[in-house]
């Protein structure tokens, strides 16, 4: 039987105690509004209610507890230890026009094995609860930090994990977080049932795929999901998306020195998304530079400068859309699955 959250079980106390239903509001008003970390300390509430609170729930709102904590100019990196004694990594992004972002984890570790990816190399421990996905943004929040906008790009594959449709719905909820669907972005590396799954209840919320090879053997080879979900169906299932949303979608693309970053790669990208009529320009390409890691540093390493250039150049010059992401932390061991790592 699933696990209800915490503030379906908010709910559920209120009403068990008979008190009217204007508590839940005045609870998460406290908490979301007013930044109120202990039941205890919600003095609007009559005491019989705080104590079934704390007798059910706990004192402090939020249960996740840093167990390590790393800050650059820019970056801010936390591994949340589990009440099961699993840790989760969670990043805060400042940008210099004053916009916080944040990637989370949906998962302890992941079970798909891509060969670049320190998280692979861990497998899959288990999937978060929706209240450990969110308590990963409810930490920051009640350190007084602004939610500008949410990337599940953190340890695992969000749409693998069941649970993330419920944090989307706690996430999106105008009484509790009220983020609006278009700040959150949902990472894949191709999902196709789940994939549309969000597109059908969350459609406005942005997708970005997880490509690294145009070539369909090679992309098995990087990413075993591949022979589970092929390339072809996969970008059927981002059409439909483009189409259905009018939304753009994002195609992450690390670039691996002398693995995926020739020109016959940029050409074939091109080749993929161009050509789409009115739609073509809906997608559009991140790029981003490869972060070496204890696990995978030894079979890969980061494209050259010239060769990122090239790169772009030659999708520009077929049309494509395409940017190079910003790498914010290297210095600090960003790269998903790097701090849980160097903390085992």
């Not at 992004?93 to 060969?115: A, K, P, T, V």
């Not at 943004?137 to 939610?147: A, E």
Request: net charge neutral; proline share 3%; charged share 25%.
């Amino acid at each position: 039987m699933k696990k209800r959250n915490r503030y379906e079980r908010i709910s559920d106390i209120i009403k068990k105690t008979g008190q009217p239903h204007y508590r839940y509001k005045q609870i998460t008003d406290a908490i979301f509004r007013q930044g109120v970390r202990e039941y205890n300390n919600m003095g609007l509430l009559p005491k019989g209610l705080r104590d079934e609170l704390m007798m059910e729930l706990g004192n402090e709102v939020c249960e996740l507890k840093p167990a390590a904590e790393i800050t650059s100019k820019q970056a801010n990196r936390l591994l949340f230890g589990l009440e099961d004694g699993e840790r989760v990594e969670a990043v805060r992004l400042s940008y210099e026009r004053g916009w916080d972002s944040y990637c989370i984890s949906s998962q302890c570790g992941c079970g798909f094995g891509c060969s670049f990816c320190a998280t692979g190399t861990m497998g899959l421990k288990r999937n978060l609860t929706a209240d450990e996905i969110t308590d990963q943004l409810l930490y920051f929040l009640m350190q007084g930090h602004v939610l500008d906008s949410v990337s599940f790009m953190g340890m695992g594959e969000a749409l693998a994990n069941p649970y993330l449709f419920e944090a989307l719905s706690i996430l999106t909820d105008p009484q509790l977080f009220g983020l609006g669907q278009r700040r959150i972005t949902v990472s894949t590396i191709g999902i196709v049932p789940a994939m549309r799954r969000l597109r059908e209840e969350f459609p406005q919320v942005n997708l970005t795929f997880s490509l690294h090879s145009p070539f369909p053997d090679q992309r098995s080879a990087l990413m075993p999901i591949n022979n589970r979900f092929p390339l072809h169906e996969v970008l059927e299932e981002l059409e439909l998306h483009v189409r259905q949303t009018g939304r753009k979608v994002y195609v992450a693309y690390i670039l691996l020195k002398g693995v995926n970053d020739s020109r016959e790669h940029a050409e074939a990208i091109a080749g993929l998304l161009m050509g789409r009529g009115l739609r073509e320009h809906l997608y559009h390409v991140n790029l981003i530079p490869y972060n070496a890691t204890d696990g995978t540093g030894e079979r890969y390493s980061q494209s050259e400068r010239a060769s990122i250039e090239e790169f772009v150049r030659i999708l520009k010059s077929r049309g494509a859309r395409v940017t190079v992401r910003t790498q914010f932390g290297s210095d600090i061991n960003a790269g998903c699955g790097q701090l849980y790592g160097s903390e085992q």
